[in-house]
């Protein structure tokens, strides 16, 4: 009989907490990539949508992230596979994992790889960018708080090039 496949994470559970910054692979969540109108989109998800390309919604563990004209990120759960709507329901909980980055040098780690400048970026923001040539969706959740969503498969290499500026930091901070 054929063993079940288990999923292996691609980074440490546990927190790299260094001076500064705390890295932490956040808990395993659904992940949709939503597309369609926003109205039928919205009878189908428990968080209410983004309206402006750039916004996010955080309620709790869930967020919602417009990405784009029609297209979203959910992290959260949908009420229904979208059957007879003119929407797409993509589930992309394999594809990609998620880290949390919190502490006053949270940001300055993310900018040394990144390159917006998300010190002026509001809270309750999110983008898709670039981690030097990964690319990565980031929502600032607070003043120094951060989510990044990125690809399962580059999550090793984000977790170290993260891990190498925050200890970079702290070296240069002594």
């Not at 394999?94 to 917006?116: H, V, Y």
């Not at 809270?123 to 951060?146: C, M, P």
């Amino acid at each position: 009989m054929a063993e079940p496949l288990a999923r292996v994470d691609p980074v440490p559970a546990a927190p790299l907490a260094l001076a500064g910054v705390t890295l932490a692979l956040v808990a395993e969540v659904r992940r949709y990539s939503l597309r369609g109108a926003a109205a039928a989109l919205a009878r189908l998800t428990a968080v209410p949508l983004p309206t402006r390309i750039g916004d996010a919604v955080i309620a709790g563990e869930d967020i919602a992230v417009m990405l784009g004209p029609n297209e979203w990120l959910l992290l959260g759960a949908v009420s229904s596979d979208g059957a007879g709507q003119p929407v797409s329901i993509v589930d992309v909980s394999e594809r990609q994992t998620g880290f949390r980055l919190d502490g006053p040098a949270a940001a300055e780690i993310l900018m040394s790889g990144c390159p917006l400048d998300l010190d002026r970026m509001a809270a309750g923001r999110g983008t898709r960018t670039l981690y030097e040539t990964v690319e990565i969706i980031v929502v600032k959740l607070g003043a120094q708080s951060f989510h990044v969503e990125v690809w399962r498969s580059f999550a090793p290499w984000l977790w170290a090039a993260l891990c190498q500026a925050a200890s970079d930091g702290e070296t240069s901070a002594r």
